[in-house]
């Protein structure tokens, strides 16, 4: 079945400027998570959605970010005022849940955003 | 304080000789989950293999294999039989609450790049 997909692939944005970037979950995933990976690093967790439940909103580094889900479908996330250290590869991942299991998060392609 | 810590930023191996990444982490969560995931250069994340905090048997997935030491609180990640295409950034994570309980986000560690020679 289709995984998880995301758009773009690549944003270069000047400085200031406002974007937005869009997952598609797995049909199906109740929970969805954004993560941001810097160049050479791991991943940080910026903000998870699970179900109609209020988001975790923990990871976001400023109020600059911010994002939103549609019932259990598409996510959008919004970065405004863009600067510079938010150049970054934005993952998306989706998991299904269930009772008693732990599963796995399956990851999109990412958006690799440039700030210029 | 780290909570994921791989401490081998690079690692060689000989194509078809068994190769061991190391993790350690770090959590007072008595419930928790480790997962290994693959980043080729490609840059998707390929999810490996899953170990729970209260699994008795280390996990295995093919030639991955999960080498798990509750009391030292490390998770090492074992690659029987290197090939070409194992050559990747490999990531450790931890989430902290099992089921749809706990914090759901992983928490990753810096990452190891692996590179097979022929």
């Known amino acids: 079945g289709a995984g998880v997909s995301q758009s773009p692939s690549n944003k270069v944005t000047e400085k200031g400027k406002d974007v937005e970037l869009r997952c598609d979950p797995i049909?199906?995933?109740?929970?969805l998570y954004w993560y941001r990976q810097r160049l050479g690093q791991g991943l940080e967790f910026l903000i998870y959605?699970?179900?109609?439940?209020?988001?975790?909103k923990s990871g976001l580094p400023s109020d600059r970010f911010s994002a939103e889900r549609t019932g259990e479908s598409v996510s959008t996330l919004t970065i405004q005022r863009t600067q510079q250290e938010d150049s970054a590869v934005y993952l998306c991942?989706?998991?299904?849940?269930?009772?008693?299991?732990?599963?796995?998060?399956?990851f999109g392609p990412g958006t690799r955003l440039t700030v210029t | 304080a780290q909570k994921i810590t791989q401490t081998q930023p690079g690692m060689f191996v000989q194509e078809k000789e068994a190769v061991t990444l190391d993790c350690t982490y770090d959590?007072?969560?008595?419930?928790?989950?480790l997962f290994w995931y693959k980043q080729p250069s490609s840059g998707e994340m390929i999810f490996l293999i899953y170990q729970g905090s209260y699994d008795q048997q280390n996990a295995t997935e093919g030639r991955y294999s999960l080498n798990f030491q509750k009391a030292r609180k490390s998770a090492n990640l074992v690659i029987s039989a290197s090939q070409l295409g194992d050559s990747a950034m490999y990531f450790c994570?931890?989430?902290?609450?099992?089921?749809?309980?706990?914090?759901?986000?992983?928490?990753f560690g810096s990452g190891t790049r692996l590179q097979v020679q022929p």
């Open positions: 959605f699970q179900g109609n439940s209020a988001p975790d």
């Open positions: 049909s199906g995933h109740t929970a």
């Open positions: 994570a931890m989430r902290e609450g099992l089921g749809d309980t706990g914090r759901r986000a992983l928490t």
């Open positions: 959590t007072s969560d008595p419930s928790y989950g």
């Open positions: 991942a989706s998991r299904a849940t269930g009772p008693s299991l732990d599963y796995e998060q399956y």
